[in-house]
């Protein structure tokens, strides 16, 4: 059974950083694209980061780029989300999510997210 | 960037009937289009992908269809379990973009 366990959210302060993780457990997580998708209360979906195979293929969102680092240790079949700079608009539910396949266009398996709250 | 415009945004129906929803693209996404059912405090779930697909485990009652910039989520009858908000999402170009999603509530 796939299973994506997110983790380190929490209340922060303007300006300030986290670093999320997601643990994968139950398919081969060095053979799978992943990414990082938030939605802030009450609203719709938005997809922040894309990570390849390897940690050279990373792709961004305007609204994250330069701030947010994306990163995957396949040795730990883990994902992470390194966020510095964060603002209140950064305000949402993190979750990881797994690409169906090589094509790179949509995600087959979700996890239950992790609240980041920027706030003073 | 490539935006997806969702109609109806709320939609009321009863269980039994036929849902019809909508997702149009900006420019043309030829059939890279899913769909999602995101359930109150639930993850997302993905239905279809390829804009007509439907993922594993999936009740045939949902279909998809479209190409280009025109896209269509049918559910044929709808159970009380279906109840919820849908997104559609393109990654045919960067960035991955969703819709804004329609909610779909009993009426």
């Known amino acids: 059974e796939v299973r994506l366990l997110e983790s380190g959210g929490g209340l922060v302060q303007p300006g300030g950083s986290l670093r999320l993780s997601c643990a994968a457990s139950g398919f081969t997580f060095s053979t799978y694209a992943m990414a990082w998708v938030r939605q802030a209360p009450g609203k719709g979906l938005e997809w922040i980061s894309s990570?390849?195979?390897?940690?050279?293929?990373?792709y961004y969102a305007d609204s994250v780029k330069g701030r947010f680092t994306i990163s995957r240790d396949n040795s730990k079949n883990t994902l992470y989300l390194q966020m510095n700079g964060l603002r209140a608009e950064d305000t949402a539910k993190y979750y990881c999510?797994?690409?169906?396949?090589?094509?790179?266009?949509?995600?087959?398996?979700w996890g239950q997210g992790t609240l980041v709250t920027v706030s003073s | 960037e490539i935006v997806l415009t969702q109609s109806p945004a709320t939609l009321s129906l009863s269980p039994g009937e036929r849902a019809t929803l909508s997702c149009r693209a900006s420019q043309s996404i030829s059939s890279q289009l899913a769909w999602y059912q995101q359930k109150p405090g639930q993850a997302p779930r993905l239905l279809i992908y390829d804009a007509s697909n439907r993922a594993t485990g999936i009740p045939a009652r949902f279909s998809g269809s479209g190409s280009g910039t025109d896209f269509t989520l049918t559910i044929s009858s709808l159970e009380p379990e279906d109840f919820a908000v849908f997104y559609c999402?393109?990654?045919?170009?960067?960035?991955?973009?969703f819709g804004q999603g329609t909610r779909l509530e009993i009426k």
């Open positions: 990570i390849g195979l390897s940690a050279g293929n990373t």
């Open positions: 999402q393109q990654r045919s170009n960067w960035p991955v973009t």
């Open positions: 999510a797994k690409y169906l396949d090589g094509s790179g266009s949509k995600f087959d398996y």
